[in-house]
Nanobody, 118 residues
């Protein structure tokens, strides 16, 4: 089993910044992929920023140039630095980690609310 603990959400004004953190613990042999997704009411969860095991990073087009994902391998922690936040970034952000093939090896954090509003 793998547990993910997220922190860092909150309320911020447009143009502001936030940093999300997610630490994975438990039985982790190898992380194949780790990253962040977000979801708003009535919509599907979509990827925001992902790190694939070999270090390849992918960003959603809507956050390119504003968000930065990074990883501390020694701490099994992934960060999402969000700058230039916009109201449309408002969502619940979920940390995700994949530690093996198939959906049984997908784990999700509890979600953290990010609200961008004046």
């Amino acid at each position: 089993q793998v547990q993910l603990v997220e922190s860092g959400g909150g309320l911020v004004q447009p143009g502001g910044s936030l940093r999300l953190s997610c630490t994975a613990s438990g039985t982790i042999r190898k992380i194949l992929m780790i990253g962040w997704y977000r979801q708003t009411p009535g919509k599907e969860r979509t990827d925001v920023a992902l790190i694939v095991g070999n270090g390849f990073i992918n960003y959603a087009d809507s956050v390119k140039g504003r968000f930065t994902i990074s990883r501390d391998n020694g701490k099994n922690t992934v960060y999402l630095d969000m700058n230039g936040l916009k109201p449309e970034d408002t969502a619940v952000y979920y940390c995700h980690v994949k530690v093996g093939p198939g959906p049984a090896n997908d784990y999700w954090g509890q979600g953290t609310q990010v609200t961008v509003s004046s």
